[in-house]
């Protein structure tokens, strides 16, 4: 029979226990292993059966066992230590409170995804995990971040297998009151909402849900409630499901909403109201249209609160191609903005603008949510710096004039969370070599000291530990295998094969990720009887582990999954090969650390950053990938291998797919396996273990998402808030006006005539020009401007590469027609052929960038051709 409703029966704790609910509703346990020891010892059997989540342990657990451990001395003391431990976690400085100058008071943090723990499922891959580490890693830091995202009741699905290899989705529900979460309340204890309107008088509100990620409070909207309708409350039911609207008004819901919740939270709390806001990818973005009207009703105009809301907001890209961002269609977003809908202070054509593609091969019909969020932000950046340059040259167009390399997007290189993704094998190892205190600090903060005590580790130990942990990978393998077996209609008599699967002792390769294309899960199989021969080889075989999702509607991602199945499923390569579905952080956590080479293969330079390897650096494992995200930043040899790209094929998929799986396979056959299975005087495969020495001492400290917390802080956050500071109402108006002045007046600004000391088209090292330029500035005032002279080497078109700016100093007065004269010294610092140009730029001291505008003056040609701007 099915129940006509459903309730959370939650346990009554005896006094002396009732830490154990703080514990467990505070996700610290997570990442920290002495919490979640003292679960485990609750109850062993439970707490497997519960996947590790202490709120479904202690729903589980008999009364007479909690009533046994409430009379269990050593218990008691183990949960004082592990309490008090927290409580100093929650209330003691840390790197943060150290640091000198005026930091933010808080930083709003938006996603539309949290990869926290398994037990609170709402993520879907890389974006959603890198948001969780962000979280986890400022709170490590004591970083004072409030993120904000939405709760979703099917969260991203569970994936199996049909019979004949065919992906297939579950939605399984989420109930709230099951997870790790806590409902805000008003002060007389009803649930704290917001709400947003809708066309045609209708509202879409939503309860906010607070999951507490260590210091960090993690704001959750949730609108499936019985004051929404039908379509309302489905706003909110899958993550990156539905239609464009049903896209649209999720996007609101986390930008508008997510403002007012964070509002709601500070008013409700105490909590300090953010100086900063993060908006991580678009998806976020209309966050800033929120707090634009916010000042709106403070009595600032639309220009003035958009320089306001500028100041003090962080806009990062993940998508390195324009099919990645998500667009709509203009009618569609006006529809739901003006008078009748959501923020009516704010004119929709305004808003419509701030999205528009307004530059070459832009769609003038389409909304686009990356576009208003760099127009809504005074500071971007990419997540590697391969990926900043992709995507300075992919956004140049909101700046023209400029070259890419000069569009205001810099990059901050993602991290990981060392403490959720390093093995405990690995922990107690480092622990034993450096003591406790001191490897965590290591894997929280990067310190690079700590990190080089690796070279210390006897090599017996290095090797022993990753056995270990191969041969825990095999053990999990072989389980996971078996369930999705059953899960595709086998019987047990069928499966006794998969106690053969994979050897303790074999190379292991790792390929786990998201299944888009340009990932190309299938790259292994160009070859397949190359393939083969690695997985058979008689003395120097390899065995692969593969996991991913593809899209719900992406049938051609399903296809690869497929064709990869099908040939795991081949009986003489089975027990070397397998895909495990479902992949997701729980599996994650025992695949990274088992395996020995972490494979990655997509195309260049489409992988934003990716983080997967760094997972598995962490943990000794070593990195076989195109040089491409965060690998084209870091590789050394050191580290693992690079696989060649085939960039001089063009557009021939094939072609290039058949070359750089040839050059995979070489690397396997003649370099990776080589490494792996000779061994020096001591028995041992000493370069293999002198690589893994030094991934753990060298590259670990870089991937840590402390360093990336860090970064954003000093780089990034730090800046903004001053900003923020600076930018009261009425430097906010003058701002406005000063862009409005240049912008109408920028058609007058003109470089006249440019002139310099030497005649000559040759001069010698470390001599000095001197330049004189003539510009008209019309209406304009000199400090309404900057002059620069930009030099640097030439290239066979006259570009100037490796440029460095010279700013130019007015002289005199200006002439009859208002020109002005700017001179200045121009070192000629390098050999070879030289070249230089002067250009004039807006300059004002509230603008974060000099190409902010977009606005630059530039020689004409006749100019140019007259002054003989090259030297060689």
Known sequence: MKAIRR???RPVLPEPLRALSDLARNLRWSWHAGTRDLFRSVDPERWAAAGGDPVRLLGSVPGERL???????????????VAGDLDAYMTGDRWYQRQSGRLPAAVAYFSPEFGITAALPQYSGGLGILAGDHLKAASD????????????????????LSRDGWQQEHYPVLDPHELPLDQLKEADGA????????????????????????RIPLLLLDSDIEENDLIERGVTDRLYGGGSEHRLLQEMLLGIGGVRAVRTYCRLTGHAAPEVFHTNEGHAGFLGLERMAELRAEGLDFDAALEAVRAGTVFTTHTPVPAGIDRFDRELVARHFGPHAELPDLEVDRILRLGMETYPGGEPNLFNMAVMGLRLAQRANGVSLLHGQVSREMFAGLWPGFDPEEVPITSVTNGVHAPTWVAPEVYRLGARQIGTQRAEEALSVGDSDRWDSVADIPDQDIWDLRRSLRELLVLEVRERLRASWR???????ELGWIDGVLDPDVLTIGFARRVPSYKRLTLMLRDRDRLMDLLLHPDRPVQIVVAGKAHPADDGGKRLIQELVRFADDPRVRHRIVFLPDYGMAMAQKLYPGCDIWLNNPLRPLEACGTSGMKAALNGGLNLSVLDGWWDEWFQPDFGWAIPTADGVGTDADRRDDIEAAALYDLLEQRVTRAFYERGRSGLPDRWIEMVRRTLSLLGP????????????????TPAAHAHRAMSADAARELAEWKATVRGAWHGVTVDHVETSVASATA???????????????????????????????DEEDHITDAAAVPLKPVGTPGAGGEWVYEGPLSLDRTGPFGYTVRVLPSHRLLASSAELGLLAVPSEAVAEAAGLLMR
């Open 764 to 794: 010698e090292l470390g001599s000095t020009l001197a330049l004189r330029v003539r510009v008209g500035l019309g209406s304009l005032r000199p400090e309404d401007v900057e002059v620069q002279a930009v030099a640097g080497r030439v």
């Open 7 to 9: 309730f959370t029966v």
């Open 487 to 493: 899960q595709r209609g086998a019987g047990s008599a």
């Open 67 to 81: 009533a046994a451990l409430a009379g269990d001395r050593d218990f008691l003391d183990r949960l004082a230590a």
């Open 702 to 717: 870089k991937v840590l998402a402390g360093r990336m917390v860090r970064e954003y802080v000093e780089r990034l956050y």
């Open 191 to 214: 649930p704290a909402q917001i709400s947003l309107a809708l066309p045609g008088d209708r509202s879409l509100r939503a309860r906010v849900w607070v999951a507490q990620v260590g």
């Open 141 to 160: 830091l004591g970083a004072p971040l409030i993120g904000v995202g939405l709760l979703y009741r099917h969260g991203y699905f569970r994936q199996s």
